[in-house]
């Protein structure tokens, strides 16, 4: 379970759910969602333990994930590497023969890009890393909406830019919070190489340009006033918060008085929040 990082999987699940209630304009097929679930959880599970079998060296060295299995010795980087590749074909599979074939190619896409994109390829290179490796963490929109559909449509398209800007101001904060273990492994995030101004500058433009994403599923017909009610209140919230982090960076406030992971929580709160509008608002049409 602790390979899976389940935590983790809880966001991405608030993410798929949702959509196909949207799609369906209503209840979709209650075995369908369970079967959705699974294969989510595993493909995202296979995925998050590839991730912890390739970082298991930098895992070793950083405070926040010494305590993961391989780190401890609990689990081999072997039995990880197995145990994470079965997931994968699994969930491959489970998606095709009992969705359909456009989810599984989705959710195989996902993990790949997480797992080769984002672990491999940026994570140790760039600090644009999390911005273009939250891709795979945007999927599970499209795959919520294929595994209803079986198809693609503007819809879900827009729901995953809202995750695909929603996740540089998610994560930084965190990152600004421990950017010493980043700075140690020499995992170049965006607050270890840039000012605390500098990255609340960008956290509160991604942070405008999300709100604004979110807005555009009304007008095109999609969602109506209980999605927009929400998006306006929650979005509001998230940029007032947005913009105080922003305030405290510019008068230099460092330690705990910086207070950069109230946008961090308050972000889960946020996602959690527009995507029951989006569950709930096709009952209120």
Known sequence: MALTKPRIIELLLITTVPVMFLAQQGVPDLK?????????????????????????????LMERTSQRPLVTGMVSPAECLVFGISLAVVSTLL???????????????????????????????????????????CLPVLIGWSSVTDSMSWAPVILFLVMFFWTPPHYWPL??????????????????????????????????????????????????????????????????????????ARAEVTGGKLKEMRLFHWSITYVSLLFVAVAVDPFLR
């Open 32 to 60: 369908l969602v369970l079967i959705t679930c699974v294969g989510g959880y595993l493909s995202a599970g296979g995925a998050n333990a590839l991730n912890m079998w390739y970082d298991r060296d930098i895992d070793a």
């Open 95 to 137: 998606f095709g023969f009992a969705v359909n074939w456009l989810s599984a190619w989705l959710s195989l896409g996902a993990l790949l890009f997480y797992v080769v994109v984002y672990t491999m390829i940026l994570k140790r290179r760039t600090s644009q890393n999390i911005v273009w490796g939250g891709i795979a963490g």
């Open 175 to 248: 990152s600004m919070k421990v950017k010493d273990d980043y700075a140690r492994v020499g995992v170049p995030m965006l607050p270890v190489i840039a000012s605390n101004k500098v990255v609340a500058r960008q956290i509160v433009l991604y942070s405008w340009v999300m709100v604004g994403v979110s807005l555009l599923l009304t007008p095109l017909g999609y969602t109506g006033w209980f999605y927009t009610a929400v998006a306006l209140l929650a979005g509001g919230f998230w940029l007032w918060e947005a913009h105080g982090l922003q305030n405290r």
